[in-house]
């Protein structure tokens, strides 16, 4: 039974930086995509990044140049360094794995989320 846990989220000023960290337990396969999307309250979730097993990786427009993400295979885990963090980036946010390198069939694997609240 495998599970996603975030950690990393939290109250950080405008301007600001955190790193937020998903580590899967359980037994898996190969993970193709590691990602992480956010939700703000009332509005649809979204794609922050994603990153396949060979290192390709895709950004919203709306973080590029200030998100990086990254992963740690052996560990089953993805990471997402957040800089110059802006008010709107508030969110919760998901990491999401998935086998098939197709976003099409969406993720198999969610975490439960964790809760990023940057100040003004």
């Known amino acids: 039974q495998v599970q996603l846990v975030e950690s990393g989220g939290g109250l950080v000023q405008s301007g600001g930086s955190l790193r937020l960290s998903c580590a899967a337990s359980?037994?898996?396969?190969?993970?193709?995509?590691m990602g992480w999307y956010r939700q703000a309250p009332g509005k649809q979730r979204e794609l922050v990044a994603t990153?396949?097993?060979?290192?390709?990786?895709n950004y919203a427009d709306a973080v590029k140049g200030r998100f990086t993400i990254s992963r740690d295979n052996a560990k089953n885990t993805v990471y997402l360094q957040m800089n110059s963090l802006k008010p709107e980036d508030t969110a919760v946010y998901y990491c999401?794995?998935?086998?098939?390198?197709?976003?099409?069939?969406?993720?198999?694997?969610w975490g439960k989320g964790t809760l990023v609240t940057v100040s003004s």
């Open positions: 999401g794995f998935r086998y098939n390198p197709s976003a099409f069939y969406g993720m198999n694997y």
């Open positions: 359980g037994t898996i396969g190969s993970i193709n995509t």
């Open positions: 990153i396949s097993s060979r290192g390709n990786t």
